[in-house]
């Protein structure tokens, strides 16, 4: 890699940041769909917050917002789809498991490369995807091989759903025409994510069982001030920095995912987590690397 030097410095900090801000997500989220509001309704008034934290900024420059093209609303709604099955497979699944599965969202992209963009892997990159799609192996057979009952459960999907829907939100980000910005990305990408969870049952709930003034300012509060700057961070690194670069820097969202949840929540952090976490970890830095130029 190149070293960093300069303003780029900066965003590598910045991108490090939006990684520990994803990695104790779980744990706001899961405070406020604990309350009266439920996961729904929760969500739906985060995103809306979010997107109303941001708006000042759009309607600053509403020209702009036609220079985006198809990468940016391409991009907006796969993360806000990305962001809707992230936070259910927060409250529905094992941290530490979700967590690890988002993270084969590298491998998902070297195949939507490779069937979209006709990007042929090497042997190297062919060995990362086994890799990855091992780890998962151990991750959710691995109980069976030790004797004991497995399931696939509903948040290890869409850990694997949200991660799939990052990497094909990066594709459509770079290869796509248009100029995706982060702060445009979140925006549109905070809406839609509130209308979709409003649309599901959201506005239902929050109309039968309204929030007691605290529980709607945290969830203002969470939205604006926690959600917004990590969704934006990590755009913005997405956006300045080269793949390769992101793709480490955000790996560190793994191990503060787990540890937090083990000591915060009382998850399990076993051997199969640390097993299949490193062969994960691994095929997402393999992946990651620039591949050298042969010598002649």
Known sequence: MRPVSGSARRVVWITIAAAVIWGLWWWPLR????????????????????????????????????????????????FA????????????????RVTLLFYLSPVWALLLAYLFLGQCPDRRRLFSIALGLGGAAVLFGGPALWAADWSLGIGDLLGLVSGGLFAATIVSAQKLPGHATALRQAFFALLIAAVATASVGGMTALTVTPPTPLTLAAAVVIGALVMVPGVVMMLY????????RVTLLLILEVPVAAISAAVLAGEPLGPLHLISGVMIVLAAVMESRPVLPHRS
Request: with cysteine.
């Open 237 to 244: 690194g997405g956006n300045q920095l080269e793949p390769s």
């Open 81 to 96: 789809f990305t962001l809707v099955s992230w936070n259910l497979a927060l409250i529905w699944g094992q941290v530490a």
């Open 31 to 78: 405070w406020l769909a604990g309350s009266e509001l439920g996961i729904l309704a929760a969500s739906t008034l985060v995103y809306g917050a979010g997107a109303l934290a941001l708006l000042p900024f759009i309607l600053a420059r509403p020209a702009a917002i036609r220079d985006g093209g198809p990468a940016l609303w391409c991009s907006a709604i796969l």
